[in-house]
């Protein structure tokens, strides 16, 4: 699996999307799929599931016209002054894409940064989402009036 999602590094470094016009995928950002921090390395399991998701990466940003989630925070990063590295404070967006894939049967969440200052949007992770049954009951409906029928306000029940 590993194999299959090198070479889908390789053949799309840079992805058009819609939302954000052009996303590049760094080789450095990859090896996040095989480790939490430069210490820890992760599960064969958890990795080779991260590599599987990764594989559907260039479906998801092409066909995505809207993110689903966003984020602003400052962050030191590592920027090249001269000839070293220097740590600075930047404001960093970050952009996340929600695709279901497998026929309807998983999550695939896609998170992009833009540094501010800069003009790239980069990728950053893919993360399998495998723990939210809730969003399955949300989503499949037997028809439309099960629909609509959960569309309705429901009181919850006053503690006493």
Do not use: T
Not at 36 to 62: A, T
Not at 80 to 85: F, I, L, M, N, S
């Amino acid at each position: 699996m590993k194999n299959k999602a090198i070479a889908c590094l390789k053949n799309n470094r840079k992805i058009h999307c819609p939302a954000l016009w052009e996303v590049k995928i760094k080789p450095e950002w990859f090896k996040h799929i095989e480790w939490k921090n430069k210490n820890h390395k992760r599960d064969q399991s958890e990795s080779y599931v991260r590599y599987l998701c990764f594989l559907h990466i260039p479906m998801i940003l092409e066909k995505s016209w809207l993110y689903q989630e966003y984020r602003e925070e400052m962050i030191d990063i590592s920027v090249k002054r001269r000839w070293k590295y220097i740590k600075e404070k930047k404001v960093v967006q970050f952009y996340w894409f929600v695709a279901i894939v497998n026929n309807n049967k998983n999550r695939v969440k896609v998170v992009i940064r833009k540094i501010d200052g800069w003009k790239n949007w980069e990728y950053v992770s893919v993360i399998p989402v495998w723990k939210w049954k809730w969003y399955a009951w949300e989503i499949f409906f037997d028809s439309a009036d099960d629909f609509l029928d959960s569309l309705k306000f429901q009181e919850s029940k006053k503690p006493s």
